[in-house]
């Protein structure tokens, strides 16, 4: 039997598994699948700064290609693995060739919800945002004067539409539920996020839905919307989610739900199995959740990484986000699943504020925005397990310094 590690998944919980394993000095043979023809890269500057033609690709890339092979990482790029064989501990890749493993590890992502090809999502000019090559493709579609219709309000529809009035795209946005951000912030941030977008000249439309897309020679041309309007569309970004990729899991038997379900420790129901990232469901203050972010993709690898070198640590998540929007910058510590109120703080700056939420009188999160000192200091409290003064939050003129004394 081998003493090979095979990560399937070349994406940020992929290469933080590898690189980490290589750091603590573990010499075990290890074997990077990737389905992109790319080394692993940084995902979030996609969207900004490479879509605004500020960073080159280089610049992404974790590692140059040399590394792998300094470090014995063996990579296998533009291939899938089409299914898992426990019992034999082998995988086999899409050209029928297998390969064995004494630990697998699942760093699969999530990939991002299509529209129906019924209601056009088959149309040319219908683009998703998650990775270099859909990047790429939206880069040719961003011209100056062209109308492009963002399908969600959530994160990814909102740093699209920022990078497309930035660029001089005509830029509507529909969200079907009441409001933007409605399933990850509270009312008080998207009322700001909503203004800053409504200043730049994005139309917003919420409370309605898409109806349809409507095409011309096979490209979209068009929508029609819930409210009985129709849209002339060049272009439009799709914006409505992720769904975990967790087929290999699912089909090979090991306990799924919205995701892989793991312990403390990275471990599927197959204690030869690991998975991390965007397409784990893991346990976190009571709850089973899946943490759609770099910085859990990388923490959550990086603590496997440890027990698989000999540690016994589980993994504590600190959810922290971020999210940047013309010269806005949102910072995120803790994670609000819960919350039932909510604190507004103004900052020191202009322009600068922070909402802070709590449930059942618990302080769960903080959204800071151009507020580094609030974003700091919530995440502090946070990490240490320390409630904030209240007669400290609601004084705008008290030093946030003092929540941590």
């Not at 497309?164 to 996020?193: F, K, P």
């Amino acid at each position: 039997m081998t003493d090979r590690l095979v990560i399937v998944g070349a994406g940020q919980a992929g290469f933080a598994l590898a690189a980490r394993l290589r750091a603590l000095n573990d010499t075990r043979p290890i074997t990077l699948v990737g389905a992109e023809e790319v080394h692993p890269y940084q995902r979030p500057p996609l969207s900004k700064k490479y879509l605004l033609g500020e960073m080159t690709f280089d610049r992404l890339t974790y590692r140059p290609a040399e590394w792998y092979a300094e470090h014995e990482v063996e990579v296998r790029l533009s291939t899938f693995v089409e299914e898992i064989d426990r019992t034999a501990r082998r995988i086999r890749m899409q050209d029928g060739s297998f390969i064995d493993y004494h630990t697998l590890a699942l760093t699969t992502g999530a990939a991002p919800r299509q529209l129906p090809d019924a209601i056009g999502g088959d149309l040319d000019g219908v683009h998703v945002m998650r990775s270099k090559r859909d990047a790429d493709e939206l880069a040719a579609e961003m011209r100056p004067g062209r109308r492009l219709l963002v399908i969600g309000g959530g994160y990814i529809g909102l740093e699209a539409a920022a990078v497309a009035r930035h660029l001089g795209v005509e830029v509507t946005l529909i969200e079907m539920a009441d409001r933007i951000l409605a399933r990850v912030a509270s009312a008080e941030t998207a009322d700001l996020i909503r203004a800053v977008h409504l200043q730049h000249g994005v139309s917003i439309r919420e409370k309605t839905g898409l109806v349809r897309l409507i095409g011309r020679d096979g490209r979209v041309c068009g929508a029609e919307l819930s409210d009985g309007s129709v849209v002339d569309v060049d272009f439009a970004i799709v914006g409505i989610g992720v769904t975990p990729n967790d087929r290999l899991a699912r089909e090979s038997g090991l306990d799924v739900g919205n995701g892989v379900i793991v312990d403390a420790f990275g471990r599927t129901s197959d204690p030869a199995i690991v998975a991390a990232g965007d397409c784990t469901l893991l346990p976190w203050n009571g709850h089973h959740i899946r943490l759609e972010s770099v910085q859990n993709a990388v923490d959550q690898a990086e603590a496997i990484a440890a027990v698989l070198a000999g540690g016994d640590i589980p993994y504590d998540p600190k959810p922290w986000f971020w999210s940047d929007q013309y010269d806005v910058k949102l910072q995120i510590a803790g994670f609000n699943l819960g919350y039932d109120e909510t604190l507004v703080r103004p900052g020191m700056r202009e322009g600068s504020i922070s909402i802070w939420y709590f449930g059942e009188g618990r302080f769960l999160a903080v959204d800071a925005i151009n507020d580094a000192k609030a974003y700091v200091t919530g995440k502090k409290l946070l990490d240490a397990g320390i409630e904030p003064d209240r007669r400290v939050l609601i004084d705008p003129a008290a030093d946030l310094k003092q929540l941590l004394l």
